[in-house]
């Protein structure tokens, strides 16, 4: 009990890692369950405590002492997951918290200096003044008021809760009866990870692909197949949530999504028990990864291109098809790092945290995941680097956000064209290509700032350099460069859509011959043609 009171305490949600370290020492006791060292990088690892931690989600160490009769001892010192009150604290101030056992007092501290939950500054004797005490025959009159009086508060608290759990079963009853929009149903759906999803003792954990800032993705087995398994911490429940809920649409299968497995629950090792979705396997990792390892030919460039833009049309694409229902999805994080390669050597969209399900002209089924969206839930997006001019200066029409929001995806799909067109040697200057760059990694660096993006995409309107060879590759003269500069326009209503990008691609990879420019010349080629999308659809995959 002691352990479950110690963790619950001190695990409010988490927060982004702050930029410095706060260095703390580490102890916990052998009878404690459950562990703070997922809180914190724990430095030297030779036996015998204590131990030093550097915090990476607070500024904040933490201690637990259990005082009895005799003496105080130590149970739990670490960092905690977030900067709360009492935090400022330079020194440890124990608070009683609570009686694990009779005749004893657990106390807890909160500090914000390097080492600070070392030692206390002071802790009462069992039984004084303003302490609470479980001390029998000992105890006085005083404490038995004021323990009176906090198992009356405790009752009240409790009381209020109930009180709440049934209104909240009301207002839901009577909005189904009346046919309104039922409350918004965050804090029920968060028994799903604990109650509702199974546990699978043959899922297997192995070794760790990627990090990110809602969840941690391994590399794993299930009934001896390889798997990806993407585990989210309970603070990341409604990240985990959106997410399944998308997956497990019944309409949401195509080659060119990461299909969904299943959702489960668990942790490797004695880790606390997190939300896991559980996905196919792509060995070749993410789009990013394999265009920092590999050039392509053309074949494979178009090949990686056309999928690409075919999954992005399907998940855009509102419809129904064997009797399912798929409504319109918008991705809002489209990047390099979360398209997947086949083993094909075409993409896989993945990462559907973000996405939101759009408005549409048929009416959907129940079961299909829509919430109400305010203004600031439709201009969230994900990675700066590839989200929209509207999305940067916050003009994203919210009138027609549906529209808007497939609009800003394709933005975000020409910069992809872009990073897999520059590492295709066929189309370089040279036949060389460059080490992989991701889009505006050449004008901007790494790490760019919103405001650097903001004054690069909106401000000067520029976009990535694309080399004057890419022009006349082509049988269509500036086809390549047509294209893109459709699908980046600072006019979102100028962009072609997902679909007519993948029509356009097609159409260009039917081209037998091409037309190199003549070496040096970098204004050689034909004016860029200006014909519309073809009205009619072109072939679902070009010859390659």
Same mark, same amino acid.
């Given at each position: 009990?002691? $352990?479950? !009171?110690?963790?619950? @305490?001190?695990?409010?949600?988490? =927060?982004?890692?702050?930029?410095?370290?706060?260095?703390? =020492?580490?102890?916990?006791?052998?009878? @404690?369950?459950? #562990?703070?060292?997922?809180?914190?990088?724990?430095?030297?690892?030779?036996?015998?405590?204590?131990? @030093?931690?550097?915090? !990476?989600? #607070?500024?904040?160490? /933490? *201690?637990?002492?259990? !005082? %009895?009769?005799?003496?105080?001892? =130590?149970?739990?010192? $670490?960092?905690?997951?977030?900067?709360?009150?009492?935090?400022? &604290?330079?020194?440890?101030?124990? %608070?009683?918290?609570?009686?694990? &056992?009779? $005749? #004893?007092?657990? /106390?807890?501290?909160?500090?914000?200096?390097?080492?600070?939950?070392?030692?206390? &500054?002071?802790?009462? +004797?069992?039984? &004084?003044? $303003? %302490?609470? #005490?479980?001390?029998? +025959?000992? %105890?006085?009159?005083?404490?038995?008021?004021?323990?009176? !009086?906090?198992?009356l508060g405790l009752f009240l608290v409790l009381l209020l809760m109930l009180g709440n759990i049934i209104l909240?079963?009301?207002?839901?009853?009577?909005?189904? @009866?009346?046919? *309104?929009?039922?409350p918004e149903p965050e804090p029920d759906l968060g028994r799903d990870w604990s109650e509702e999803l199974p546990e699978l003792p043959e899922l297997c954990f192995s070794q760790v692909l990627w990090e990110g800032g809602h969840a941690v993705v391994w590399a794993g087995r299930l009934r001896g197949e390889p798997v990806a398994i993407k585990a989210f911490p309970p603070r990341a429940a409604a990240q985990f949530r959106t997410e399944r809920a998308l997956y497990e649409l019944p309409g949401l299968k195509h080659e060119h999504i990461v299909r969904f497995i299943t959702a489960s629950r668990g942790s490797p090792g004695p880790l606390p028990c997190e939300l896991l979705l559980v996905l196919e396997l792509y060995p070749k990792g993410s789009l990013c990864h394999y265009l920092t390892q590999h050039t392509s030919d053309w074949a494979n460039s178009l090949r990686m291109a056309l999928s690409l833009a075919q999954g992005l049309a399907f998940l855009h694409e509102e419809r129904w098809q064997d009797g399912q229902y798929k409504p319109g999805i918008a991705h809002r994080d489209l990047s390099s790092q979360n398209v997947l390669i086949r083993e094909d050597g075409s993409c896989a969209i993945g990462d559907l945290g973000l996405a939101l399900v759009l408005p549409g002209l048929t009416q959907p089924p129940a079961w299909v995941p829509t919430q109400l969206q305010g203004p600031a839930a439709i201009m969230e997006a994900g990675t700066q680097r590839y989200m929209a001019p509207e999305l940067l200066d916050k003009t994203l029409d919210l009138q027609n956000w549906g529209t808007a929001l497939r609009r800003a995806d394709v933005y975000s799909l020409a910069l992809l064209l872009w990073e897999i067109l520059s590492r295709c040697p066929d189309i370089q200057p040279d036949s060389r290509s460059s080490p992989f760059q991701l889009a505006y990694e050449a004008e901007l660096g790494s790490t760019p700032t919103t405001c650097e993006l903001w004054a690069l995409a909106v401000e000067e309107r520029r976009r990535p350099y694309i080399p004057s060879t890419w022009c006349c590759f082509t049988a269509e003269p500036g086809g390549l460069r047509e294209l893109l500069e459709d699908c980046w326009d600072a006019d979102p209503e100028a962009r072609l859509t997902a679909e007519c990008v993948h029509q356009r691609l097609a159409t260009l990879g039917h081209s037998q011959e091409t037309y190199p420019c003549p070496e040096g010349c970098p204004h050689s080629c034909l004016p860029l043609c200006q014909e519309d999308c073809p009205s009619t659809p072109a072939p679902r995959h070009a010859p390659l």
């Amino acid at each position: 009990m002691l $352990g479950t !009171l110690g963790l619950w @305490v001190l695990l409010p949600a988490a =927060v982004q890692a702050p930029p410095s370290r706060r260095a703390c =020492v580490f102890f916990e006791a052998l009878r @404690v369950r459950g #562990s703070t060292k997922a809180l914190g990088e724990l430095l030297g690892a030779g036996p015998g405590p204590p131990r @030093v931690i550097h915090c !990476l989600y #607070s500024h904040c160490c /933490f *201690g637990i002492w259990n !005082l %009895t009769q005799d003496q105080a001892q =130590v149970e739990m010192q $670490g960092c905690r997951d977030s900067d709360e009150p009492g935090c400022e &604290s330079p020194d440890c101030d124990p %608070t009683p918290r609570a009686h694990p &056992s009779p $005749g #004893s007092i657990l /106390f807890t501290c909160s500090c914000g200096t390097d080492f600070c939950n070392a030692n206390y &500054s002071h802790l009462p +004797p069992p039984g &004084s003044a $303003g %302490t609470p #005490s479980h001390q029998g +025959p000992h %105890t006085t009159s005083g404490g038995s008021i004021w323990m009176a !009086l906090v198992l009356l508060g405790l009752f009240l608290v409790l009381l209020l809760m109930l009180g709440n759990i049934i209104l909240s079963l009301l207002q839901r009853k009577a909005c189904r @009866v009346q046919g *309104g929009p039922e409350p918004e149903p965050e804090p029920d759906l968060g028994r799903d990870w604990s109650e509702e999803l199974p546990e699978l003792p043959e899922l297997c954990f192995s070794q760790v692909l990627w990090e990110g800032g809602h969840a941690v993705v391994w590399a794993g087995r299930l009934r001896g197949e390889p798997v990806a398994i993407k585990a989210f911490p309970p603070r990341a429940a409604a990240q985990f949530r959106t997410e399944r809920a998308l997956y497990e649409l019944p309409g949401l299968k195509h080659e060119h999504i990461v299909r969904f497995i299943t959702a489960s629950r668990g942790s490797p090792g004695p880790l606390p028990c997190e939300l896991l979705l559980v996905l196919e396997l792509y060995p070749k990792g993410s789009l990013c990864h394999y265009l920092t390892q590999h050039t392509s030919d053309w074949a494979n460039s178009l090949r990686m291109a056309l999928s690409l833009a075919q999954g992005l049309a399907f998940l855009h694409e509102e419809r129904w098809q064997d009797g399912q229902y798929k409504p319109g999805i918008a991705h809002r994080d489209l990047s390099s790092q979360n398209v997947l390669i086949r083993e094909d050597g075409s993409c896989a969209i993945g990462d559907l945290g973000l996405a939101l399900v759009l408005p549409g002209l048929t009416q959907p089924p129940a079961w299909v995941p829509t919430q109400l969206q305010g203004p600031a839930a439709i201009m969230e997006a994900g990675t700066q680097r590839y989200m929209a001019p509207e999305l940067l200066d916050k003009t994203l029409d919210l009138q027609n956000w549906g529209t808007a929001l497939r609009r800003a995806d394709v933005y975000s799909l020409a910069l992809l064209l872009w990073e897999i067109l520059s590492r295709c040697p066929d189309i370089q200057p040279d036949s060389r290509s460059s080490p992989f760059q991701l889009a505006y990694e050449a004008e901007l660096g790494s790490t760019p700032t919103t405001c650097e993006l903001w004054a690069l995409a909106v401000e000067e309107r520029r976009r990535p350099y694309i080399p004057s060879t890419w022009c006349c590759f082509t049988a269509e003269p500036g086809g390549l460069r047509e294209l893109l500069e459709d699908c980046w326009d600072a006019d979102p209503e100028a962009r072609l859509t997902a679909e007519c990008v993948h029509q356009r691609l097609a159409t260009l990879g039917h081209s037998q011959e091409t037309y190199p420019c003549p070496e040096g010349c970098p204004h050689s080629c034909l004016p860029l043609c200006q014909e519309d999308c073809p009205s009619t659809p072109a072939p679902r995959h070009a010859p390659l």
